[in-house]
Nanobody, 118 residues
């Protein structure tokens, strides 16, 4: 019943921009911390950005100043605006929803491919 569906990935040139979206269903969205993770070939999965239910954000050092995470609780959607993209940003990006107020809950989307290449 719980689904996180990412969209917006694709192929872009270095310096370009993409906006990823993650639409959630089956959860009370406003209760959850939402995050974007990525995994590149040969590397561990890393946290790119997160936003809490209260709107506090956190970013990986590698994307600070270039990426912006935001959420629209009315649309049950979290976004990742990615600017000044670099080849090193190439990865599968996955959306995550997490809370532990009562019992721990952790959900993942299936991912969307972002490729930055000339």
């Amino acid at each position: 019943q719980v689904q996180l569906v990412e969209s917006g990935g694709g192929l872009v040139q270095p310096g370009g921009s993409l906006r990823l979206s993650c639409a959630a269903s089956g959860i009370i969205f406003s209760w959850y911390t939402m995050g974007w993770y990525r995994q590149a070939p040969g590397k561990q999965r890393e946290l790119v950005a997160l936003i809490t239910s209260g709107g506090t954000t956190n970013y990986a050092d590698s994307v600070k100043g270039r990426f912006t995470i935001s959420r629209d609780n009315a649309k049950n959607t979290v976004y990742l605006q990615m600017n000044s993209l670099e080849p090193e940003d190439t990865a599968i990006y996955r959306c995550n929803a997490r809370r532990n107020t009562t019992t721990f809950r952790d959900y993942w989307g299936q991912g969307t491919q972002v490729t930055v290449s000339s």
